[in-house]
């Protein structure tokens, strides 16, 4: 399988403007994410793919791969899906550019779940995390992910599901981490699929995946890491860098 990683990035962000620019120790968070994605040796290629060209031109200075978008893109996954149109790849892992802690052992998992699926009945592979505090799992800006007895993803919300009516039986509450691995064919489908009212009332692009019959499997990994989606998120992960 030839296996490669796109980091979409957009310069714009409407809780955070300019994100991916802001220095991390010394690079921009951008940068941050591609030597992180690269040094984990699990892809074929890596690239930045782009509306910007403050970000082009800082992953190419700094002698790494990206793509100009040739049309304005709602989603990280409609970006991607115009960059590798005409690539030769079989999966496209989907790294946010706001996640500089990126590593390989959660990636790999994520890898691991095409190797074991000789019939292809998986479209799409992300992770999760368990979590376990109550602002947290209250935060709209936490999605939160319900799955199978066979870890497939039965929906996504930014709501806390499930939901906690029987007091009696512990809620376990599982965060969803935004890096997908798609089958190629699968994120050909997004780009051409119409977005559905759930999708549209959620705000995730996920959703849409299952709303036209995709299986998406989730792989639990206990790394949390820290997304970039706000300035206070950027002063932790400066701690945490140092």
């Given at each position: 399988?030839?296996?490669i990683?796109?980091i ?18 010394g690079k ?9 994605a ?8 890596v690239y930045?793919?782009?509306d910007?060209d ?6 190419t ?9 040739q049309k ?8 991607i899906?115009?960059a ?5 790849v ?11 802690f990126?590593d ?13 699926d ?21 935060n709209?800006n ?5 799955v199978?007895n066979r870890?497939f993803?039965?929906y ?8 906690p ?10 965060k969803?981490?935004?890096i ?6 699968a ?11 759930l999708?549209a009332?959620?705000k ?8 036209y019959g995709?299986?998406i499997k989730?792989?639990?990994?206990t790394?949390?890491?820290?997304e ?5 998120d950027?002063?932790?992960a ?5």
């Amino acid at each position: 399988m030839k296996i490669i990683a796109m980091i979409p990035a957009r310069y714009a962000a409407s809780r955070f403007p300019a994100k991916l620019m802001q220095d991390l120790s010394g690079k921009p968070v951008i940068l941050r994410t591609y030597e992180a994605a690269v040094g984990t040796k699990l892809f074929d290629q890596v690239y930045v793919v782009t509306d910007s060209d403050v970000i082009f031109s800082t992953i190419t200075n700094a002698g790494g791969k990206a793509l100009m978008s040739q049309k304005e893109h709602d989603c990280g996954s409609d970006r991607i899906a115009e960059a590798v149109a005409d690539m030769d790849v079989d999966i496209i892992v989907n790294v946010q550019g706001d996640e500089p802690f990126t590593d390989r052992e959660s990636l790999a998992g994520v890898l691991e779940v095409f190797k074991n699926d000789p019939e292809k009945e998986i479209d799409l592979a992300s992770l999760m995390v368990r979590i376990t505090d109550e602002e947290e799992i209250n935060n709209p800006n936490t999605v939160k992910v319900i799955v199978d007895n066979r870890n497939f993803a039965l929906y996504f919300s930014r709501s806390p599901i499930p939901y906690p009516r029987n007091k009696e039986i512990e809620s376990i509450y599982y965060k969803h981490k935004g890096i997908y691995a798609f089958r190629k064919s699968a994120l050909m489908d997004f780009q051409r699929l119409p977005m559905l009212p759930l999708e549209a009332i959620e705000k995730i692009e996920a959703i849409r995946y299952l709303e036209y019959g995709k299986k998406i499997k989730m792989v639990e990994t206990t790394v949390s890491g820290i997304e970039i989606d706000t300035p206070e998120d950027l002063k932790r992960a400066q701690q945490a860098w140092r």
